[in-house]
């Protein structure tokens, strides 16, 4: 299987523990939205995958046999703490860093110039990394992920820190690499970004995947709900509404006039039954699905475990992780 | 080639020699040599041009000429030979400018020596020197021999020395303690040099983070090999470059020749030296500086280290160097911290057996393997280490 398999890592330091079994996959091709709050784990999970750090228990598997130094080589990571050497020219560097992961002199060179001309910073490559702007050492940072054609891209936090132009440039250079077959994980906390760019979504909390999925199983839900609103009282129609079966509506407190209509059980009709009984009311401003936001979901996971008694540590973990 | 190692081992080599502040300082430094040689020549030669005197002889004892200017040149005295009066001759002696040493009158085989006050010894010797020629020429032409048959077989007439005992060792020979010092300090320098370049290298790739991106890639001890490798050729090559420069215009000079130390033979046994101090030091070196994380805190682990080095050459310098044979010195031989200092300087003064240079070698190379190994403990645990200063003894569990 062409995929980066994160099999049961447990990762703690001390009596803080930062992974519980984490287990998750990237598909070859796909683009992976790493989200949680801060110290959730999520860039412990990607310096375990670097080896940058030894996990306690558990592997990281490519294409089924272990991630290990020389399959790394293959990799491309874009650490959380940025790291370039300030003194060195910014195209000595991404040479050097090419050749690290085993390239040939004159392949790298190549390389280099391709992926600083795209990434907006060509001009700069004569430079000392220190002499530029924070975000175009960001942009380096990037190619240093990019350089080698890598086969993994494992990026923690790519996005903060650029400006929006950048940020779209990024955006395309993530879909290309994913369309070109490589599995993409990145971690984000622009929730709006990850559900506009990923596949996939994996929500950790306190060391553990809590929520894992496309964003549309994400937010499949058995109580559909749609936003309802009528040119009629709200009292009507919700009189009217609830002589229809398995249906709750509510008012929307911040919108007068606009109503929640909630399904409590799946069926397929009851959109259609909704719409009917409203039309009947009078004119139908508004109905639509109800989908929760990446980060509605996010909040509803990060809450559901706001029991001081369960995570202690977690805020933690990433201190411990330094 | 290009394994990890090697390719680290390059960069490390090129961002230090290709900086400006490097170009610049070595080319200071070779300047410096360079005209330090061309000052000390002028001053030499003008002492080689030597004492210069000015003899004048009455008409009648001219004879005494040749045996004059002859006695000069054996003595490398420059002469100014003239015929004068004597009253032109005692103007001459208290003249204010350029005044006469000496004025020869009267009987060739003893002449009268008028000078102005006191006699110049130097001026004695020529003229007693010349006259005894004349007297000797004299006599063996009167006996009816041929003074210049006499003059071969003199020259060649002086004993062979050869002596029962081999003559006392180690006896204090000044140009060989400049040299043993010389080398030591040069010593000193290189490793201290090395080792700060290393743990600020060490530090810096910790401070700027980058060591995250390079360990995805390459193995802790690659890249502690490859930086330790890389600064020491860059050690090396100024070593090499300095000393080489210093040799030759000490060479240049003639300077050699006055020092019985073979200066070409220690600068050898120097570089083979600074390998092994420098992998001794350089490895404690890049393993301590994995500890902290920034450069302030450098010293902290730095300062120690510079302690180790300084003991023994501080050791070197008042006890080895004064008594190369003591049993301190001995003992120290074979001590891997202390030998880099303490053996070159053994040797250079002569007084050390081969078999202890071998065992002493050889020490050292067995030592850097366990080095390496608590060095690579040590980095491997505090080279991802963030924030404060991390305990040794932390590391080294773990």
Known sequence: ?322 | MSSPVWMVTKREFRTRMMTKSNIISLSIMLAVIVVGAVVASFFLDRETEGPSSSVAVEQGVTDLQPHLEQAASEQGLALELSTLTTDEAEQALIAEEDPLDAYLSGDPSAPRMLVAENADPAVVELVTDAVNAYVLTEQIGALGGDPADVGTALATAAPQVESLVAPEESEFDGPAFVVSVVMISLLLFALIGGGSMISMGVVEEKTSRVVELLLSTIKPTQLLAGKILGIGAYALFQIVVLGGALTLAVTALGLTEDIAVDVGAALGLLIVWFLLGYTIYALLFGGFAALVSRQEEIGSVTTPLMFLLFVPYYVTMFVVVNDPDSTLARVLTFVPFFAPFVVPVRDALGGLPLWELGVSIGLCLVTIPVLIWLSARVYQRGVLHTGGRMKLTEALKG
């Open chain 1, 1 to 322: 299987m062409n995929a980066l398999e994160i099999d049961h890592l447990n990762k703690a330091y001390g009596s803080l523990r930062a992974l519980t079994d984490l287990t998750f996959d990237v598909h070859a091709g796909e683009i992976f939205g790493f989200v949680g709050s801060n110290g959730a784990g999520k860039t412990t999970a990607m310096r375990i995958m670097l080896g940058v750090l030894a996990a306690d228990s558990g592997q990281v598997r490519w294409k089924g046999s272990e991630l290990d130094l020389e399959a790394r080589r293959r990799v491309g990571y874009m650490p959380e703490e940025r790291g370039l050497y300030p003194k060195m020219k910014v195209g000595e560097q991404l040479e050097f860093l090419a050749g690290l992961h085993g390239m040939s002199p004159t392949a790298a060179k190549g390389a280099v110039e391709h992926w600083t001309d795209r990434l907006g910073v060509g001009e700069r490559r004569g430079d000392d990394v220190e002499k530029l702007s924070l975000g175009n050492q960001q942009r380096v940072q990037l190619a240093a992920a990019l350089v080698h054609d890598p086969d993994v891209l494992v990026l923690d936090e790519p996005f903060s820190g650029l400006d929006p132009v950048a940020v779209d440039v990024m955006s395309g250079v993530l879909r290309e690499r994913a369309q070109a077959g490589v599995p993409v994980i990145f971690s984000s906390h622009q929730l709006e970004l990850v559900e506009r760019l990923c596949d996939r979504v994996g929500i950790v909390r306190a060391g553990r995947m809590e929520a894992l999925g496309s964003i549309d199983e994400l937010r499949a839900t058995d109580h559909p709900t749609w936003l309802l609103d009528v040119d009629a009282a709200p009292d009507a129609v919700m009189a009217s509404l609830a002589t229809l079966p398995g249906l709750t509506t509510t008012p929307v407190t911040e919108h007068p006039g606009q109503l929640h209509v909630v399904a409590t059980t799946r069926d397929a009709e009851a959109p259609r039954a909704i719409l009917r009984a409203a039309l009947e009311l009078g004119a139908v401003r508004e109905f639509s699905p109800v989908r929760p936001s990446l980060a509605d979901l996010f909040r509803g996971v990060v809450s559901a475990g706001e029991d001081p008694a369960v995570d202690p540590s977690a805020s933690d973990a990433k201190e411990g992780a330094r």
